[in-house]
């Protein structure tokens, strides 16, 4: 039988406003890369960061448990001028994430 995940803990915010923009504009850029350049990507990027850091600021550390903040609150986000959705966008906030601490996103492994 396979063993679970182990969830990813965050260490603690140290600096929240700089969390909050690298995480906005690393998502703005990639929002802007995966696509086309739309000007609703930098309200995505701007919530997105929001959703995330007041979690992290109300003592979430779980990556998992961030990641699926971010897809039921963006789930009011209007998505219709957009390529995204709340999925794609979450699952991008945590790729991202993951990078930063040393972890290969690409496969899977």
């Given at each position: 039988m396979a063993e679970p995940i182990a969830p990813i803990e965050l260490p603690p915010s140290t600096d929240p406003e700089i969390e909050r923009s690298w995480l906005r504009h690393k998502l703005h850029t990639w929002l802007d890369a995966e696509y086309l350049p739309e000007a609703v990507n930098e309200?995505?990027?701007d919530r997105c960061a929001q959703i995330f850091m007041r979690h992290r600021m109300e003592g979430e550390n779980?990556?998992?448990e961030?990641?699926?903040a971010i897809i039921i609150e963006m789930q009011n986000f209007n998505f219709t001028e957009s390529?995204?959705?709340e999925f794609t966008v979450a699952n991008?906030?945590?790729d991202m994430?993951?990078?930063s601490m040393g972890f290969d996103t690409c496969c899977g492994y």
């Open positions: 309200s995505i990027a779980d990556l998992g961030l990641v699926i390529f995204y959705g991008a906030v945590s994430i993951l990078e």
